[in-house]
């Protein structure tokens, strides 16, 4: 009886277990679907010119399957790679043709002995993702946004989904992300600058005033050859001087002479 009872009592706890298991699984926490974000990193100008920048995919929630796209401008973004971030993971994206959108699947690959299969657990890391780009730009400044826009809607009108282990879900809701370059924007204005205007003082020279003596402009005139005046010997004059005119002495010597000399004529002739 009492191993009967013993035995019993087992299968009712294994019951229970099972049950309580079963009630644990079916409670719909990812019934409603989760949250899948493309994140936004920020980085330096330098590290926007060096390129492979990592854009994480986090979810919010265990899943057992889960997708959602991603898509940006080329002329801005080139898309390398897509890298899974867990073993517990596999992914099989898909790239648009023209390189412009992605689509990414993910599923659990963890499994339990029986090989059912296991939900990947966010705990253990909710990036599950990340999307590698190199910046286009050829002009990257500080405060270039560069955004990637998440979508719960494929390119063939898949639309994305969030599976749990039942099998219940949902749809994906997806959250668009951006590259930041740091530093605050370079936005140039225009500078209007009020015209420097220079105004000179007239230089003024004070030059003491030099009053130059005008130069006496002694023109050399030719040299008059001397004249040579030949004086004449006064004529004898045989006009009675005038009463009152006094003789000079030398006609008075001349008159005496010739007084004289008349008188020693007259002496011969007689």
């Known amino acids: 009886m009492k191993t009967t009872l013993k035995r019993t009592m087992a299968a009712l706890s294994a019951a229970a277990i099972v049950a309580t298991s079963a009630a644990v699984l079916a409670v719909p926490t990812s019934a409603a679907g989760g949250t899948a974000t493309i994140g936004t990193v920020e980085v330096t100008v330098?590290?926007?010119?060096?390129?492979?920048?990592?854009?994480p995919v986090s979810v919010d929630n265990n899943f057992v399957k889960l997708s959602l796209g991603a898509e940006w401008d080329t002329s801005e973004l080139d898309c390398t790679s897509i890298k899974c971030n867990s073993s517990s993971l596999a992914l099989k994206f898909a790239y648009s043709e023209a390189y412009d959108f992605a689509w990414l699947p993910f599923l659990s690959t963890d499994a339990d002995r029986d090989g059912n299969v296991l939900a990947y657990d966010t705990a253990n890391g909710a990036t599950v993702a990340y999307l590698i780009f190199d910046?286009?730009?050829?002009?990257?400044?500080?405060?270039?946004?560069?955004?990637?826009?998440?979508?719960?809607?494929?390119?063939?009108?898949?639309?994305?989904?969030?599976e749990n282990v039942n099998g219940d879900g949902g749809l994906t809701t997806a959250v668009s992300g951006a590259i930041v370059v740091k530093g605050e924007p370079t936005t140039e204005e225009p500078t209007t600058e009020a015209p420097v205007v220079t105004t000179e003082a007239p230089v003024v020279t004070t030059e003491a005033a030099t009053t130059a003596a005008p130069k006496a402009t002694t023109t050399a005139k030719a040299a008059t050859p001397a004249t040579t005046t030949t004086?004449?010997?006064?004529?004898?004059?045989?006009?009675?001087?005038?009463?009152?005119?006094?003789?000079?002495?030398?006609g008075v010597a001349v008159a005496v002479a010739v007084i004289g000399g008349v008188a020693l004529v007259s002496k011969k002739r007689k």
């Not at 010119?49 to 990592?54: L, R």
């Not at 910046?135 to 898949?158: L, S």
């Open 135 to 162: 910046i286009k730009d050829a002009d990257i400044q500080p405060g270039d946004t560069y955004t990637i826009t998440a979508a719960d809607t494929g390119r063939d009108g898949t639309k994305a989904q969030f």
């Open 46 to 55: 330098e590290e926007a010119k060096a390129g492979q920048i990592k854009v």
């Open 231 to 250: 004086k004449k010997k006064a004529a004898a004059s045989t006009s009675s001087p005038k009463t009152g005119d006094a003789l000079p002495i030398a």
